[in-house]
């Protein structure tokens, strides 16, 4: 539609509300506003014209007031409860220097609706705008009680760094990143935001859920709130937990036996591999005949390891490696002497070890010489000399329970 018809007609236009869910009580907890307009023959997205560069953004800032208006009336009269998430780019927001938005809140305040309900939503790319103008008006926001959060997170990591500046109160990451990444891609994009979420003190929220492999992903990857068309699609009614497309309490119920039966049978791996290591234990006769010892070991490891080494308890490597091609073990007597001891964790697992006496199985990692993603088992020999037994990448695969 032409955008003057739109501005012109602001009668047809009308928010729909597509609900938030939690994943601590999976119910409701909030909604986003989106906008629609009547053409004559059916409602239709506000999209285009909010993301059309060439309508001024005076005319977008009209619209959205009147979608707002619209919100917190519906949402005071029907006496709804729980969070109401707003869309605004940098460039409305700079329009009168944001203060139709806030004194349309506070106005709102006083008839009874909290401005620690409202969470503004901002893009990632807005950061590319004039950021000093934009976080100060963002802080200058919080400083109300408004919570703000950041769409599209991930798209462009050279924003980290202002994200943690502005410490929105939760991340939105759309789980389209999926499809966008390979596996070890996304497994890395999503390791960085889960740590930048803790550091800030941020909550994940997981949007575009369209299947329960992404709800799952979702869970399994820290999200506290989920949205997508697989759990509600936006509707001009504040629809309640039962109007849900499924059960979000039984789904995660399902993850959960799931993950549990992954972990157990994972640890049955590591005490496995932890008393065949113990049964060879009486023929350990010390670092000068470490590599004999080696040689038994690798026949107990054929099938999971490709690589199997010692070091002492200050991360140097006393042994040669033993490095497995094709079906071959092969003796590399020039890595003797290597110190490991600069690897994150080496000096902390090695101290585990031994005050523990047990074995510690590392998380996936991609491995320098193979570029592959493997896994270590370490496993304290004495005090002062531990057993490094590198896992290969396909025994991994083919054990889903290693690949979590």
């Given at each position: 539609?032409?955008?003057?018809?739109?501005?012109?007609?602001?009668?047809?236009?009308?928010?729909v509300?597509q609900?938030?869910?939690?994943a601590?009580k999976h119910?409701?907890?909030g909604?986003e506003v989106?906008?629609?307009?009547?053409d004559?023959?059916?409602?239709?997205?506000?999209?285009?014209?909010?993301?059309d560069?060439?309508?001024p953004?005076e005319f977008?800032?009209d619209v959205?007031?009147?979608l707002l208006?619209?919100a917190?009336s519906?949402?005071?009269?029907?006496?709804?409860?729980?969070?109401?998430?707003?869309?605004?780019?940098?460039?409305q927001m700079?329009?009168?220097?944001?203060?139709d938005?806030?004194?349309?809140?506070?106005?709102?305040e006083?008839?009874g609706?909290?401005l620690?309900r409202?969470?503004?939503?901002v893009?990632?790319?807005?950061?590319?705008?004039d950021f000093?103008?934009?976080?100060?008006?963002l802080?200058?926001?919080?400083?109300?009680?408004?919570?703000?959060?950041?769409d599209?997170v991930g798209a462009?990591?050279?924003?980290?760094?202002?994200?943690r500046?502005?410490?929105?109160?939760?991340?939105k990451?759309?789980?389209?990143?999926?499809?966008?990444?390979?596996?070890?891609?996304f497994?890395?994009v999503?390791?960085?935001?889960?740590?930048?979420a803790?550091?800030?003190?941020?909550a994940?929220?997981?949007?575009?859920?369209e299947?329960d492999?992404?709800l799952?992903f979702?869970?399994?990857?820290g999200?506290?709130?989920?949205?997508?068309f697989?759990?509600?699609?936006?509707?001009?009614?504040?629809t309640?937990d039962?109007a849900?497309?499924v059960n979000?309490?039984?789904?995660?119920?399902?993850?959960?036996?799931r993950?549990?039966?992954?972990?157990?049978?994972?640890?049955t791996y590591?005490?496995?591999?932890?008393?065949?290591?113990k049964?060879?234990l009486?023929q350990w006769d010390?670092?000068?005949?470490?590599?004999?010892?080696?040689?038994?070991?690798?026949?107990?490891f054929?099938?999971?390891?490709?690589?199997?080494?010692?070091?002492?308890?200050?991360?140097q490597q006393?042994?040669?490696?033993?490095r497995?091609?094709?079906d071959?073990?092969e003796?590399?007597?020039?890595?003797?002497?290597?110190?490991w001891?600069?690897?994150?964790?080496?000096l902390?697992?090695?101290?585990q070890?031994r005050?523990?006496?047990?074995?510690?199985?590392s998380d996936?990692?991609?491995d320098?010489?193979?570029r592959?993603m493997i896994r270590?088992?370490?496993?304290?020999?004495?005090d002062q000399?531990f057993l490094?037994?590198d896992?290969?990448?396909?025994?991994?695969y083919?054990n889903?329970?290693?690949?979590?």
């Open positions: 539609m032409d955008p003057f018809d739109i501005i012109g007609n602001l009668h047809n236009i009308k928010p509300y609900p938030i869910i939690s601590i119910n409701v907890i909604y989106l906008g629609r307009v009547y004559g023959n059916e409602w239709i997205s506000l999209g285009p014209f909010f993301h560069s060439d309508v953004e977008k800032v959205d007031q009147h208006h619209i917190l519906e949402m005071l009269e029907s006496d709804k409860q729980g969070l109401l998430f707003i869309n605004r780019n940098a460039q700079m329009v009168n220097d944001g203060e938005l806030l004194q349309t809140l506070i106005s709102y006083q008839k609706f909290s620690d409202i969470v503004l939503e893009t990632e790319h807005d950061f590319d705008e000093e103008m934009l976080s100060h008006l802080l200058y926001y919080k400083t109300y009680g408004i919570q703000i959060a950041v599209h462009k990591s050279s924003n980290i760094d202002r994200i500046q502005i410490e929105p109160h939760i991340l990451i759309d789980t389209r990143i999926i499809r966008n990444y390979n596996a070890d891609g497994q890395d999503m390791y960085s935001l889960s740590m930048l803790r550091r800030i003190g941020a994940l929220l997981f949007e575009n859920i299947d492999f992404q799952q979702a869970w399994k990857h999200g506290r709130y989920y949205q997508g697989f759990l509600a699609k936006p509707d001009f009614a504040l309640n039962d849900l497309l979000v309490g039984e789904k995660v119920d399902a993850y959960i036996q993950e549990k039966g992954l972990i157990e049978q994972r640890l590591i005490l496995s591999w932890q008393n065949k290591l049964g060879l009486p010390g670092p000068r005949k470490v590599d004999a010892f080696i040689e038994l070991v690798t026949g107990q054929d099938q999971e390891s490709f690589r199997i080494y010692v070091c002492n308890s200050d991360g006393v042994s040669s490696n033993f497995k091609r094709a071959t073990w003796v590399e007597h020039d890595k003797k002497g290597s110190n001891a600069f690897r994150p964790y080496f902390e697992n090695m101290v070890m005050t523990w006496s047990r074995g510690i199985l996936i990692y991609s320098i010489e193979t592959e270590t088992f370490s496993f304290p020999l004495t000399h490094f037994i896992i290969r990448y396909a025994f991994i083919d889903e329970c290693l690949l979590i």
